[in-house]
């Protein structure tokens, strides 16, 4: 096999001979054990020590993606979203007005915008606000 292609061979899983594509780093096999598509009869939670997620992403610590309210309700779902402590939330009282501003703004002019916006320094009041809201809910 040259370096870095996928070769397919068939392997048995659930009764049938299901795919199995393969690189240099990792196998991908279609299916484990009994094959359904019923997603009643899915399991996708995953678990990490005494953790279990029962939606198995990590919504990115950035802050386009996560505020307090989204990792609440992301929560919820059985997720997982890290805040950015880091980021426009621990920087500013109502980050909401900076992220608009970010997104009105036109492109050419937006970093010069991200850079002062992000020279504001983070405030431990609000680390403390924002992870309080987090653990509150």
Not at 62 to 85: C, S, Y
């Amino acid at each position: 096999m040259r370096r870095g292609c996928i070769a397919t061979e068939k392997v048995e899983c659930g009764g049938c001979h299901c795919p199995i594509k393969y690189g240099e780093r990792y196998l991908l096999i279609n299916g484990e054990g009994d094959v359904t598509i019923n997603p009643d009869q899915a399991n996708i939670d995953f678990t990490v020590k005494s953790y279990t997620l029962s939606i198995p992403i990590l919504a990115s610590a950035m802050d386009a993606i996560v505020d307090p309210t989204f990792a609440i309700k992301f929560n919820k779902l059985g997720g997982l979203a890290v805040l950015n402590l880091e980021g426009i939330q621990t920087r500013y009282e109502n980050p909401d007005e900076v992220l608009n501003q970010i997104a009105q703004t036109p492109e050419k002019e937006v970093t010069s915008l991200l850079q002062k916006i992000y020279s504001e320094p983070i405030k431990e009041k609000l680390i403390s606000q924002r992870i309080g809201a987090i653990k509150q809910a």
